[in-house]
Antibody, heavy 124, light 110 residues
Framework: QVQLQESGPGLVKPSQTLSLTCSVSGGSISSGRYYWSWIRQPAGKGLEWIGRIYSSGSTNYNPSLKSRVTISVDTSKNQFSLKLSSVTAADTAVYYC????????????????WGQGALVTVSS | QSALTQPRSVSGSPGQSVTISCTGTSSDVGGYSYVSWYQQHPNKAPKLVIYDVSKRPSGVPDRFSGSRSGNTASLTISGLQAEDEADYYCCSYAGGYTFAFGGGTKLTVL
C-alpha cells in the first residue's frame, strides 16, 4: 500500500519561500510508472493543481503559478519537494502531495493516492 | 486554465439518486477522456471515486458512476447512504500537461 506524507514548516512569512517535502513509502518513485503531484486547498475552498514531476525530473506546472513554483525529486530518498516563492496570504492552504496514475500513452490521468495534507499559513 | 463549474450543493434522501455536474469547455472536459472525481470528507484527504470519465477504482461501490456529454461530465450516486455525505470535486486534463479542478459540490444526505 502506497503512502505519502507531507512535511515542512507550518508558518511562512510573506515574500519568503514555502518549502514542503513529500515522503513516499510502499512504492518507489524511481520505478518510473507514475507522476507525482502537488495540489493545494485554501480553507473552505476548492482544490488547485500546482504541478507534477516524473522520476527523471521532468516537470509540468500550473500556468498561473509557474513563475513561482519549483518541484524537484530525490529518488535516493524516495521524496519529492515543492518550493513556492514570494508567498502572500493567498498562498495559505492545505498542501497535498499525490500520486498520478494514467491509463494510456498520453500519460495524464488521475490522482489515486494522497497524503494527509499539510497546513501552511503565510503570516508575519 | 479556468476552474470547472460545479453546483455548490446538492441533496437527496437515503436510497435516492443524485447527479453532480461538472461543466468545462472543449479544451478540457469536452476534449479529453481524462475526467476524474474525488470524494472528500471533512478534514480528510480527497479519495478517487471515478477516473477516465466512467471507470471505478477497485473498492469503490458500483453505486458511483460517471458519464460525459459534450463539455459536461456527471457523477451519479445511486442508493444514497449517509456515508456519501461529503464534498465532491471533478478534475479534468486541460491540455499542455496541466489539470483543472471544479469548485466542489457539497452533497447533503437528508
Amino acid at each position: 500500500q502506497v503512502q505519502l506524507q507531507e512535511s515542512g514548516p507550518g508558518l511562512v512569512k510573506p515574500s519568503q519561500t514555502l518549502s514542503l517535502t513529500c515522503s513516499v513509502s510502499g512504492g518507489s518513485i524511481s520505478s518510473g510508472r507514475y507522476y507525482w503531484s502537488w495540489i493545494r486547498q485554501p480553507a473552505g475552498k476548492g482544490l488547485e493543481w500546482i504541478g507534477r514531476i516524473y522520476s527523471s525530473g521532468s516537470t509540468n506546472y500550473n500556468p498561473s503559478l509557474k513563475s513561482r513554483v519549483t518541484i524537484s525529486v530525490d529518488t535516493s530518498k524516495n521524496q519529492f519537494s515543492l518550493k513556492l516563492s514570494s508567498v502572500t496570504a493567498a498562498d495559505t492552504a492545505v498542501y497535498y502531495c499525490a500520486r498520478e496514475d494514467y491509463s494510456d500513452y498520453v500519460e495524464v490521468g488521475y490522482f489515486d493516492y494522497w497524503g494527509q495534507g499539510a497546513l501552511v499559513t503565510v503570516s508575519s | 486554465q479556468s476552474a470547472l463549474t460545479q453546483p455548490r450543493s446538492v441533496s437527496g434522501s437515503p436510497g435516492q439518486s443524485v447527479t453532480i455536474s461538472c461543466t468545462g469547455t472543449s479544451s478540457d472536459v469536452g476534449g479529453y477522456s481524462y475526467v476524474s472525481w474525488y470524494q472528500q470528507h471533512p478534514n480528510k484527504a480527497p479519495k478517487l471515486v471515478i477516473y477516465d470519465v466512467s471507470k471505478r477504482p477497485s473498492g469503490v461501490p458500483d453505486r458511483f458512476s460517471g458519464s460525459r456529454s459534450g463539455n459536461t461530465a456527471s457523477l451519479t450516486i445511486s442508493g444514497l447512504q449517509a456515508e456519501d455525505e461529503a464534498d465532491y470535486y471533478c478534475c479534468s486534463y486541460a491540455g499542455g500537461y496541466t489539470f483543472a479542478f471544479g469548485g466542489g459540490t457539497k452533497l447533503t444526505v437528508l
